[in-house]
């Protein structure tokens, strides 16, 4: 298997900084920063911070189901963004990576006819990605473990009677 590439909490803190520094000198000022969940929870948070946007919303998006293993498509599940609230709005969409880049075609996709303007901002995208986003931290060809997602969940309980 090739080399993975590790972005780490530390690292990441940088790479959403200049990312948010790409953006602003770029003169892009967005209304509303559009996250897609649940990786692009993470970016989202850090640009609306750097980039001073309070305005997020959520794009719940499926896709992946194990390294490199995908769905036939990518869909999105509820609550899907209300097109009202994005409404000739400027945004700025959040993702960890553009892969084959068939999320963020499917969010911008969304977008089109109902923003005054969408912009994707992405930590990695890979050479292949059918998207190319305006502002991009890293280009890599190798798979990238994330900080949220290299350890496996938490052991949970069984479920507990919370009303007895
Ligand atoms: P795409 O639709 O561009 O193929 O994939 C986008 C989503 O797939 C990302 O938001 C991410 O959740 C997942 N994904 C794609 N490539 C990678 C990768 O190299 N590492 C990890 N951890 N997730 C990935």
Redesign the pocket.
Known sequence: APE??TLTWELFGTASRELAEMVADDGYRADIVLA?A???LFVAGALGYALDVKNLHVAN?E??TG??E?LPV?IMLPPVPNALDLSGAKVLVA????????????VRDFCAGVVADVRCA?V?E?PH???ECEYVWRR?D?????PW??EPPVVQREGQVLDA
């Not at 190798?142 to 994330?146: D, G, K, L, P, T």
Request: proline share 3%; aromatic share 12%; hydrophobic share 35%.
């Open positions: 993975r590439e897609i649940r990786g692009g998006v896709f992946y390294v490199d995908r990518p993702d960890d990576v553009a892969d084959t880049g068939a999320t963020l075609k499917l992405v990695y890979k990605s059918t998207v890599t190798r798979w990238i473990n994330f997602s290299t």
